[in-house]
Nanobody, 124 residues
Framework: QVQLVESGGGLVQAGGSLRLSCAAS????????MGWFRQAPGKQREFVAS????????YYADSVKGRFTISRDNAKNTVYLQMNSLKPEDTAVYYC?????????????????WGQGTEVTVSS
């Protein structure tokens, strides 16, 4: 069974940085698309970024372009989200997700596996 575990969330001041990690286990993820989503209280889950497990193609939501970077270390079965220039509106629970396809997908319902989430709070 595929398992995803996020870590790295916390409290940071506006303008600061955090790096989130998603450790994946259970199978070989070649051919998968990995995504980061976030959800604030009372709001729908929102796409943040995605990357192919193999090949490295990336895609970002407009709200985070130029500030966030998604990457992966295949040897460690880990996906990262480097978040710079954080804003209070970035405050949310961040989720790692996996889909058994290399295609870029931004809809949460299309992803097959999810982590438990890690909370990010950005203060002003």
């Amino acid at each position: 069974q595929v398992q995803l575990v996020e870590s790295g969330g916390g409290l940071v001041q506006a303008g600061g940085s955090l790096r989130l990690s998603c450790a994946a286990s259970g199978r070989t993820f070649s051919g998968y698309n990995m995504g980061w989503f976030r959800q604030a209280p009372g709001k729908q889950r929102e796409f943040v970024a995605s990357i192919r497990w193999s090949g490295g193609s990336t895609y970002y939501a407009d709200s985070v372009k130029g500030r966030f970077t998604i990457s992966r270390d295949n040897a460690k079965n880990t996906v990262y989200l480097q978040m710079n220039s954080l804003k209070p509106e970035d405050t949310a629970v961040y989720y790692c997700a996996a889909r058994n396809s290399v295609a870029v997908v931004t809809q949460a319902r299309e992803y097959d596996y999810w982590g438990q989430g890690t909370e990010v709070t950005v203060s002003s």
